[in-house]
Nanobody, 117 residues
Framework: QVQLVESGGGLVQPGGSLRLSCAAS????????MSWYRQAPGKERELVSA????????TYADSVKGRFTISRDNAKNTMYLQMNSLKPEDTAVYYC??????????WGQGTQVTVSS
């Protein structure tokens, strides 16, 4: 059974940090590109960051460049998102996604991140 389980969300003050994790099971994690998306209330889901299957290449949305860092540990079947200098506009539900050419995409259930004083 395929599972992607996000964790690490919560309430943090502006300027604070959080580290999200996405634990994968039920598929060959190391062969999937992984990404983080987020969806704020009333807005469409947007791509935050992505990482290739071996972790050699990463991309970031302009809004998070220099503040967020994506990484993965294929030995642990886990992806991470280190979020620093958080802003109220980062408030959203954060989802992880796995994708591989010619295979189905996989999504997690999401974890809430709230940035507020």
């Amino acid at each position: 059974q395929v599972q992607l389980v996000e964790s690490g969300g919560g309430l943090v003050q502006p300027g604070g940090s959080l580290r999200l994790s996405c634990a994968a099971s039920g598929f060959t994690f190391s062969r999937y590109a992984m990404s983080w998306y987020r969806q704020a209330p009333g807005k469409e889901r947007e791509l935050v960051s992505a990482i290739t299957s071996a972790g050699g290449s990463t991309t970031y949305a302009d809004s998070v460049k220099g503040r967020f860092t994506i990484s993965r540990d294929n030995a642990k079947n886990t992806m991470y998102l280190q979020m620093n200098s958080l802003k109220p506009e980062d408030t959203a539900v954060y989802y992880c996604k796995g994708e591989r050419l010619e295979y189905s995409d996989y999504w997690g259930q999401g974890t809430q991140v709230t940035v507020s004083s």
